[in-house]
Nanobody, 126 residues
């Protein structure tokens, strides 16, 4: 079992930056996949970014490429999402997610993840 705790949400003006963090506890943080999703009212949860543990493979949604950076440390089981040049359309509830079952390969859909953190609201004003 993996428990994910997300922090760092808030409000910012367009062009600003925010950083989200996700701390994992429980099962040993071995080879796994950590990702970020976001959701707006009435819409499905959408993929934002993900990173694997061992090889550090990265994937980003086209809408955030060049603006968001996902990173992690396996020492203290934390994943971050650095969000720069934020836009009003980035406004959403952001969720951290983890996959621990094999195969550990890049996943960009909800079904690809086993555990979810609580959501944190990001609001970007124009």
């Amino acid at each position: 079992q993996v428990h994910l705790v997300t922090s760092g949400g808030g409000s910012v003006q367009a062009g600003g930056s925010l950083r989200l963090s996700c701390a994992a506890s429980g099962r040993t943080f071995d080879n796994n996949l950590m990702g970020w999703f976001r959701q707006t009212p009435g819409n499905e949860r959408e993929f934002v970014a993900a990173i694997t543990a061992r090889r550090g493979l990265l994937s980003y949604a086209d809408s955030v490429k060049g603006r968001f950076t996902i990173s992690r440390t396996n020492t203290n089981n934390t994943v971050w999402l650095q969000m720069n040049r934020l836009k009003p359309e980035d406004t959403a509830v952001y969720y951290c997610a983890a996959r621990t079952r094999s195969p550990i390969m890049m996943q960009t859909t909800i079904k690809g993840y086993d555990y979810w953190g609580q959501g944190t609201q990001i609001t970007v004003s124009s």
